[in-house]
């Protein structure tokens, strides 16, 4: 193949451009905000789950305690009946008089045991609410800082978008004065060679792979027309003879 060597030369300008490119999509990619806000995803949704076990702690403590309330009540109730009808002296017999004054005593001791139940449920409660209200906020603080860390993200990925974007027309506009034959083997070169398809014979070493060349390879080189274009005998990148090159 051949080529003039101005279009060779500006073959490596579109190399310089890929490789920018290359470069902002690896970037792109790896964000350390990426990691970041993956790792604050997770936080957040581990709290959450606190959050929502602590409320359905604080909401069942809730109904424990009214249903506890209740039966206090009751019992409460029937006591005060049961002094009452001893207090009017509606019950006269001694037998019954006594069995009367017994469920007293039983329910006084049940009100005080039911009472301490009560207590029990009400710290409890007291405690999911505390939790409730310290996990809502830590909820309020990793969704704070998953949004910064959001917010940071896409500043940084419109920067780099930008960037890709002119970088991207430069390329468009210097692959428009190449060659269609050479830029195609270039691309294809650039698809086998991870990412790199024409590399700067520079003092005798291809700049492709980093090997020296031997001395026949300089030689065959040396001797080649300007415009032809020549590839490494290692990599098989396509070589630009540049002053530098010590041919």
Do not use: F, W
């Not at 690896?26 to 970041?36: G, K, T």
């Not at 069942?60 to 409460?76: G, N, P, S």
């Not at 139940?117 to 609410?129: G, K, W």
């Not at 390329?171 to 050479?182: D, N, S």
């Amino acid at each position: 193949m051949n080529a003039e060597p101005a279009d060779q030369i500006r073959l490596l300008d579109v190399q310089a451009l890929d490789v920018r490119l290359t470069q902002l999509a690896h970037r792109r990619a790896n964000l350390p905000e990426h990691a970041e806000i993956e790792s604050l995803t997770a936080d957040l949704a581990q709290v959450r789950d606190l959050l929502v076990a602590a409320r359905t702690e604080e909401s069942d403590t809730a109904r424990e305690q009214t249903k506890a309330e209740q039966d206090v009540d009751q019992v409460r109730k029937r006591a005060a009946r049961d002094q009452q009808r001893l207090d009017t002296g509606a019950v006269t017999s001694p037998r019954d008089l006594e069995n009367l004054q017994k469920e007293i005593a039983s329910l006084a001791r049940r009100q005080s045991d039911l009472e301490d139940v009560v207590l029990e449920i009400m710290e409890r409660r007291e405690s999911a609410q505390e939790r409730a209200a310290e996990l809502a906020r830590r909820v309020e603080s990793v969704q704070a800082r998953t949004d910064e860390a959001v917010a940071r993200r896409d500043a940084a990925l419109a920067g780099i978008d930008t960037e890709a974007a002119s970088v991207t027309r430069e390329r468009q506009a210097v692959a428009a004065t190449i060659p269609e034959a050479l830029l195609k083997l270039y691309d294809k070169l650039r698809g086998q060679q991870g990412g790199v398809g024409a590399a700067r014979l520079y003092q005798r070493r291809c700049e492709g792979c980093r090997l020296e060349l031997n001395i026949t390879e300089v030689n065959e080189i040396r001797q080649a027309p300007a415009d032809e274009v020549v590839r490494c005998e290692n990599c098989r990148r396509i070589l630009v003879r540049t002053p530098e090159s010590g041919l």
